[in-house]
């Protein structure tokens, strides 16, 4: 499975999604530039974390005008599969691919500490590779996660089962206790109506390597990757 | 001002020039200066440039060793860490700053010491901080520890370098002068390694990054004098960071490098062009021609001496090969930045300067970068001196868990997840072992390779006792690192000190050098630089002299690496090394009696060679489950810790009768560290340990009931639930910070 | 009285402004060639108490020099809007 990454001016975890794709998952992966009109051939995007153009303004508010942004969103609409992290997310919600927007956490601090996800859908292609009723142990990093629907867009969030994470206790409890950053209803990750375009706070590719303290990360970029064979296996190829 | 003019109204001491260096230097110069180089030696001839006071004592440190590729006076030590990669690493202080405009202070800061560890070609994968503020109960204190936090934090997240690690220490004489020390790590193929040195006569000066402005005009010279009420007028100086600017000036200088267009680099810190011009010349031994008329400007109507002077951030010097030019603005250009060729190195060994075609300066480069004097400043202990190591009789505490408990939410020493929670300490996805622990351990990617790093350094110590603190806190950097399993190969310093004119002051520093210089040399570790930041002083008075040492270890392993916290119940616990601790300038006699005093022990540098031997020895044949560090607040808070592990652990431990005391409890020593191990490991330990020399004092067990419980004979000292203790530890902070 | 007060605080002239220059250059790349400077800033309304516009004017200008600028990076400057009718905002 041929993956993009995305490099933003200001980008900082495009090397550590390149990382973990070419090294811990041994997939073919390449970096997209943020000038670049055009995507090439490959079958997933991923928006990486960080600060692109220094998050001034807002986060996402700038990158989102980027030529490679026209792109993703002519690509997510042809069905291709982005994934949006943290600042990818923020990008996402600027851009329109997915509703709502980021506030700055309740805390008016950055925030990096690791959170417990529960997960709300196995049948998305971000998910479909997580064992059922394992909550998922991945850090976020961010000042701006706390994420805000207006009522309209958040009943249209719950009626079409758009909500994919969640923060929650170990043991898998959707409690304000668990909520790192103020987010309305605990959201950590949502999808579009199509489900091929996911954005996350928390960050998978921090956590995909047992050195590192823990691999749950993995089952967000294995679940693509089964998704992806699995639609292969199903298609002419 | 004309040169007349100059010399009737004696302008050079309103730029803290001495009469008789500017005599020097009309001397070196043959003449009289004008107005911008009058300017341009102030700047390279103030303390934070020159070294004034220093220097001549700094060259007792010791900076060899086989594996060091770039000792002192790069922009960043070298060392060779095997696999053909290279470290680069270097400490520097942002106290003035931080005094003034805590948020931008600390900022610019870590944009400071990233560009240096970038000049040499590294690509800086982490961060560290070292931090003295007044009491936190104090809102003014509290104001700065928060905004130096949030800058660090807004600075080092933005830009996608992790911090990792660091100290934090409240103390009465930091209130008027806290500081700010921060430490970069990078990384680079020993084949990218760059010197700043403008070689090549005909290459050319390029200049990257932000525009020039009027920011930070004399910020050297304000760094080089006690903040008194004036200081507030001088707030001009203060410069805004731009982190993004910094994010792309990293990718594009490494991409210049990757590609050959770089024969030499240098960061403009403080004096700007200046100073970056000057000194890549001078290590050259070639001069330089700019024109002022090139730089790109953040406003209009700048004078020469302006430009000259400038402290703008993030902007680096480019010394490329002739014809690449266009090469090199291409790179610069791709990432967003500016770029311009402000002149060409020449042969005369004179710094000419030209503006809307004239020669507004012309300077030999030497005399700018090499040319200021050295002093020795007299030096006399201060008069109190031996009234400090007094420490009254004081009566055993009757109830030994209340005392841990206070301890524990000292702010000095409770968990400082306050602090890194607003770091990104996992970018770059090389942490593998993450703050909080003795030191912290980076992945190195591509190797089985890791790098561990800790910063330390006791001001209380130092005060009591300027040669001992200095030996304890390399002593102590150096554990750090060999705790994690990791062999020490180089320090970097950061000497903050008081007024250098004063001569207790002077002779403070002198101890310090003195005892660095003994300890590094006894634990073979080279020093590869850093930095000395004098006048932190305010009519209050001066700071503690405050060394700073960060470490820098290798870990052949990663999985060799050794956690700082008990992994389960059933594991042997045990005190290595020395058994013997001190009351003497402990955290213990401020917390219980608000007492600054007795003269801290002195340091058995064969003893800790050793200890550190056998935790290295013991991590490489996997024989430890733990190792900590006992420091401040001695055994018991260091047990207390050992027990905090995400799924907290209990502790049985019986102390021998000589220990079963507040000075066994709570003393603090030197070469001590509690480590845990299987049952099974006992006897390759104990062999170990005896051929090194080294004892191994057996305390209990971990247990599987989180309890604390420390005994002595029959009496119960402690017998604490460990999540209550954690509660104390883990709140400290937050409650005080709201 | 109560009086609706707008406070505008932006870095003072001279200290670099990042935000507003990459803003600035986003909107060039948007096409907005025209803009020749961006000056990036924050903007508080406050409803006060006081007695007269004047009073309360040195009230907020006050507030600024203590908490809502900082004297050290930015300048401020302060409008009073309008007195506003009854107990209600």
């Not at chain 1, 998952?25 to 079958?43: K, S």
């Not at chain 2, 102030?42 to 000792?71: D, F, I, M, N």
């Not at chain 2, 009696?593 to 935790?615: H, I, N, S, T, W």
């Not at chain 3, 908490?67 to 990076?73: C, D, F, K, Q, T």
Request: glycine share 10%; charged share 25%; proline share 6%.
């Amino acid at each position: 499975m041929k993956f993009g990454v995305v490099v933003f001016p200001g980008s900082n975890c495009d090397a550590d999604c390149y990382w973990v794709i070419e090294r811990v998952l041994r997939q073919p992966v390449r970096y997209l530039w943020h000038g670049d009109g055009e995507i090439p051939d490959v079958d997933c995007v991923i928006l990486p974390g960080g600060f692109s153009y220094g998050d001034y303004l807002r986060a996402g508010a700038i990158a989102r005008f980027s030529p490679i942004m026209r792109a993703v969103a002519q690509f997510a609409a042809n069905g291709g599969l982005v994934l949006g992290i943290c600042n990818g997310f923020q990008i996402l919600l600027e851009a329109g691919l997915l509703p709502g927007a980021m506030r700055p956490n309740d805390s008016l601090r950055f925030r990096c500490c690791p959170t417990w996800l529960k997960v709300e859908r196995y049948d998305t292609p971000f998910t479909c590779a997580v064992p059922r009723g394992r909550t998922l142990r991945i850090p976020i990093a961010h000042f701006e996660g706390n994420y805000y629907a207006d009522p309209q867009q958040l009943r249209q969030l719950q009626r079409e089962r758009q909500v994919v994470f969640r923060y929650a206790t170990r043991d898998g409890r959707v409690v304000p206790e668990a909520n790192p950053n103020g987010s309305l209803d605990n959201i950590a990750g949502i999808v579009n109506r199509a489900g091929n375009v996911l954005g996350m706070m928390p960050h998978p590719e921090r956590c995909a390597e047992a050195v590192l303290g823990g691999e749950d990360g993995r089952y967000v970029f294995e679940s693509l990757i089964a998704y992806w064979q699995q639609k292969a296996g199903d298609g002419p190829r | 001002m004309t040169p007349e003019q100059i010399l009737a109204r004696r302008a050079w001491r309103q730029m803290a020039l001495r009469d008789e260096e500017y005599h020097r230097l009309v001397e070196m110069l043959g003449r009289h200066p004008n107005w911008t180089e009058l300017g341009m030696f102030a700047v390279l001839w103030s303390e934070h440039c020159a070294y004034k006071h220093s220097r001549l004592h700094l060259g007792q440190l010791p900076t060899e060793a086989e594996w060091v590729l770039v000792g002192p006076g790069e922009n960043a030590g070298v060392l060779d860490v095997g696999e053909e990669m290279a470290v680069a690493f270097r400490i520097e202080s942002h106290n003035h700053p931080i005094a003034v405009e805590p948020y931008q202070g600390a900022a610019t800061g870590v944009g400071g010491i990233i560009r240096d560890v970038l000049a040499m070609g590294a690509r800086p994968i982490a961060l560290l901080d070292s931090l003295r503020f007044g009491p936190p109960e104090e809102p003014r204190c509290r104001y700065t520890f928060a905004g130096v936090v949030s800058g660090i934090a807004g600075y080092g997240n933005c830009v996608g370098v992790p911090t990792v690690g660091g100290e934090l220490y409240f103390e009465e004489p930091y209130r008027h002068n806290p500081l700010c020390n921060v430490m970069c790590i990078g990384i680079l193929p020993r084949s990218r390694l760059r010197r700043a040195r403008a070689a090549g006569i005909g290459n050319s000066v390029i200049l990257v990054g932000s525009r020039t402005g009027r920011d930070g005009i004399h910020g050297a010279t304000f760094a080089s004098e006690e903040l008194d009420e004036r200081s507030e007028e001088r707030r001009p100086a203060v410069q805004v960071g731009d982190p993004f600017t910094e994010k792309l000036l990293i990718e594009a200088c490494l991409e210049l490098v990757e590609r050959e267009l770089v024969v030499g680099i240098q960061d403009m810190g403080a004096a700007g062009i200046t100073s970056s011009c000057a000194e890549t010349a001078a290590r050259a031994g070639t001069g330089m021609r700019i024109d002022l008329d090139r730089v790109p400007l953040r406003e209009e109507g700048m004078t020469p001496y302006e430009i000259m002077l400038s402290e703008s951030q993030e902007r680096m010097l480019i010394i490329a090969p002739r014809g690449k030019e266009e090469a090199v603005l291409e790179v610069c250009r791709r990432w967003g930045l500016e770029g311009a060729v402000i002149g060409e190195v020449t042969g005369d060994g004179h710094l000419k300067v030209f503006w809307r075609g004239e020669l507004v300066a012309d300077v030999p480069v030497k005399a700018l970068a090499a040319g200021a004097p050295v002093y020795d400043a007299p030096a006399s202990p201060p008069s109190d001196l031996e009234q400090r190591w007094r420490v009254p009789s004081l009566p055993e505490p009757t109830d030994c868990g209340e005392v841990l408990k206070l301890l524990l939410r000292s702010p000095s020493l409770a968990h400082k997840s306050w602090v890194w929670e607003q770091y990104d300490h996992m970018v770059q996805v090389n942490t593998v072992v993450l703050p909080g622990a003795d030191a912290a351990v980076l992945r190195l990617k591509g190797t089985r390779k890791g790098i561990a790093a800790s910063c330390d350094g006791n001001g209380r110590y130092t005060y009591l006792d300027p040669y001992r603190g200095a030996v304890l806190a390399v002593a102590e950097a150096c554990r750090n690192v060999s705790c994690v399993g990791a062999r020490p190969l180089g320090i970097t310093n950061c000497l903050n000190f008081g007024n250098p004119e004063k001569p207790d002051v002077m002779w403070s520093f002198r101890e310090v050098v003195r005892g660095m210089a003994d300890a590094c040399r006894a634990l073979g570790v080279p020093v590869t630089g850093g930095n000395v930041s004098f006048y932190n002083e305010s009519p209050a008075g001066p700071v503690y002299p405050t060394p700073v040492v960060g470490a820098v270890g290798l870990l052949e392993r990663i999985e060799e690496r050794v956690p700082s916290v008990f992994p389960g119940p059933g594991y042997r616990i045990a005190l290595l090394g020395s058994t013997r601790a001190w009351l003497q300038g402990s955290e213990y006699l401020k917390v219980m009696y608000q007492l600054v005093a007795g003269r801290p022990p002195e340091v058995d540098l064969r003893l800790e060679r050793a200890v550190q031997q056998v935790c290295r020895a013991a991590a490489r044949r996997g024989l430890l489950a733990s190792a900590h560090d006992c420091a401040e607040g001695g055994l018991a808070v260091t047990l207390a810790e050992s027990c905090f592990s995400p799924e907290p652990v209990g502790a049985s431990v019986k102390l021998p009768p000589e220990l079963g005391n507040a000075a066994g409890l709570f003393g603090e020593g030197p070469s001590r560290v509690v480590v845990s191990f299987a049952p099974q490991a006992e006897s390759r330990l104990r062999a170990l340990c005896v051929e090194h020399g080294v004892g191994l004092l057996l305390l209990g067990w971990t247990v599987a009931e989180a309890r604390l419980q420390i005994r002595c004979e029959d009496r119960v000292l402690v017998d604490e639930d460990v999540g209550g203790l954690m509660a104390e530890w883990q709140n400290a902070l937050p409650s005080l910070m709201g | 009285m109560r009086y609706m007060v707008r406070v505008l605080v932006k870095f003072k002239a001279g200290v670099a402004d990042p935000q507003g220059r990459t803003i600035l250059a986003a909107l060039h790349s948007l096409g907005y060639e025209g803009v020749r400077d961006v000056r990036a800033g924050k903007l508080f309304e406050l409803v006060v108490e006081g007695t007269d516009e004047d009073a309360v004017r040195s009230r907020v200008e006050e507030m600024c020099g203590r908490l809502l600028a900082n004297p050290v990076l930015e300048d401020y400057e302060v409008s009073v809007l309008r007195a506003l009718a009854g107990e209600g905002r």
